[in-house]
């Protein structure tokens, strides 16, 4: 399973796997108890783990990073029904740069969840990459570049004309 295909849906727990996306939704894998099913955009969102971003005292960070620090750390993992003040310590010991007033409990609550699925399942979590769209090759981020300029000169000013006015027939209301 590949971590670019692992999305989290709203309004429904855990971490899915997208299996096929329509113009109506998307069929999903669930990663906990394996079921298939369709799951409708408009009645949920979809969010793929690789585009979460967490934020940070600098700069948001993405959330394969934060995982890959827990990957790392020897901090034993707290649970999922742990309490707010557990799950602050933790975080402050392997992700110190983490803003807590902005990153809830719930978050980090619904972040340990995830990193105990992701593990459950052998998914390797990786960062995406930037790639230049010219050569595939990895790089830095594509530059803004500016719209070129319309040629308006043709276009008249003033007071738009009047157009033809319309007659309205009435249907008996007077």
């Known amino acids: 399973m ?38 409708s955009s408009r009645m949920h ?16 960070t993405n ?35 983490l803003d807590f007033d902005r990153v809830y409990a719930s978050d980090m609550k619904k972040m340990v969840k995830w990193y105990g699925i992701l593990t459950a399942n052998n998914i390797e979590i990786s960062l995406p990459e930037q790639t230049d769209s010219a050569d595939g090759t990895p790089g830095e981020k594509p530059k803004a570049v500016k719209a070129p300029k319309i040629e308006t000169s043709h276009i008249k000013e003033g007071k738009p004309t009047k157009s033809a006015s319309r007659k309205i027939e009435s249907r008996g209301v007077k």
Do not use: M, Q
Not at 24 to 35: C, H, I, M, P, W
């Open 2 to 39: 590949n971590y670019s295909k692992i999305i989290s849906v709203t309004g429904l727990g855990g971490l899915y796997e997208l299996i096929s996306s329509k113009a109506d939704g998307a069929v999903v894998k669930s990663l906990e108890d394996n079921s298939t099913k369709f799951v």
């Open 45 to 60: 969102n979809f969010s793929h783990l690789e585009s979460i971003e967490i934020y940070t005292v600098k700069d948001n």
């Open 63 to 97: 959330l394969a990073e934060l995982f890959n620090a827990i990957k790392n750390s020897e901090e034993k993992i707290p649970g999922t029904n742990a309490d707010g003040k557990e799950l602050k310590s933790y975080f402050e010991k392997v992700y110190p740069d």
